[in-house]
């Protein structure tokens, strides 16, 4: 989940592009690897990334992390929103057209912070729904 596609040969090992950000492999629930929400990937090398990178689930490879995309943007989110520093991961469902924060049981309301209130309100300006996964459980919050 924390590597992005890179150019690289069948020889050359993955690139982690989110630098040491694996927060994503802690939060998020990987069907096929039956590894449930807000337990650590045992295929996770906290800090540095995926072991099996380039034979990762669908679901991983499919997972895009918002602040990672945002980086790319000429107004990316803020530093600050990293998930590994924030403590919430924000993805998409539905064809990106709603926004599910993920957070584990101890940070379920870390999405209150300061910080995040320029983020929520660009998407709720632009009507996009935003929903809190808690346990597995979507709950709409704006």
Request: with cysteine; net charge neutral; proline share 8%.
């Amino acid at each position: 989940m924390t590597n992005a596609a890179t150019s690289q040969t069948p020889d050359t090992p993955p690139r982690n592009d989110c630098g040491t950000c694996t927060y994503c492999c802690r939060v998020m629930k990987v069907k096929e690897l039956n590894k449930p929400a807000n337990t650590a990937c045992t295929h996770c090398v906290e800090g540095s990334g995926c072991t099996i990178y380039n034979e990762r689930p669908d679901s991983c490879r499919q997972y895009e992390c918002l602040w990672f995309r945002s980086q790319q943007f000429d107004k990316p989110l803020s530093p600050a929103l990293r998930p590994d520093r924030c403590k919430v991961v924000m993805g998409t469902i539905n064809n990106g057209n709603e926004i599910v924060l993920y957070m584990e049981p101890a940070h379920q309301t870390a999405w209150q912070q300061p910080a995040f209130s320029e983020a929520l309100g660009l998407f709720v300006t632009r009507g996009i729904p935003v929903y809190v996964s808690d346990n597995d459980q979507l709950r709409r919050i704006f």
